[in-house]
């Protein structure tokens, strides 16, 4: 049941939580990628789990970065998905 809820919840704030993450003034994916920088190489694979909408996995992906997610909210996982950032 619990579960069931927390689903719920993250599924109804999924269309706006990019948007909510930029109004907070929120960095913490360019402070992860920056303090993983030096050692991650292009063709690497990066398993996030708790993918969600893909924030945080985008600055690896663009480093070259094979992307695999995992979330348990299906409305973040398809906002990921539209974005193009993790292979599976």
Request: glycine residues 6%; proline residues 4%.
């Given at each position: 049941?619990?579960?069931?809820?927390?689903?719920?919840?993250?599924?109804?704030?999924?269309?706006?939580y990019?948007?909510?993450?930029q109004?907070?003034?929120?960095?913490?994916?360019?402070?992860l990628?920056?303090?993983?920088?030096?050692?991650?190489?292009?063709?690497?694979?990066?398993?996030?789990?708790?993918?969600?909408?893909?924030?945080?996995?985008?600055?690896?992906?663009?480093?070259g970065?094979?992307?695999?997610?995992m979330?348990?909210?299906?409305?973040?996982l398809?906002?990921?998905?539209?974005?193009?950032?993790?292979?599976?």
């Open positions: 049941m619990a579960q069931e809820m927390n689903i719920t919840l993250h599924d109804s704030y999924a269309a706006d990019d948007n909510q993450v109004a907070y003034d929120c960095h913490m994916a360019e402070v990628f920056r303090l993983c920088y030096e050692f991650i190489q292009p063709d690497q694979r990066l398993l996030d789990v708790g993918i969600g909408s893909g924030l945080a996995a985008l600055p690896f992906a663009k480093a970065l094979e992307i695999s997610g979330d348990f909210s299906p409305a973040m398809a906002i990921c998905r539209a974005k193009g950032i993790a292979a599976n």
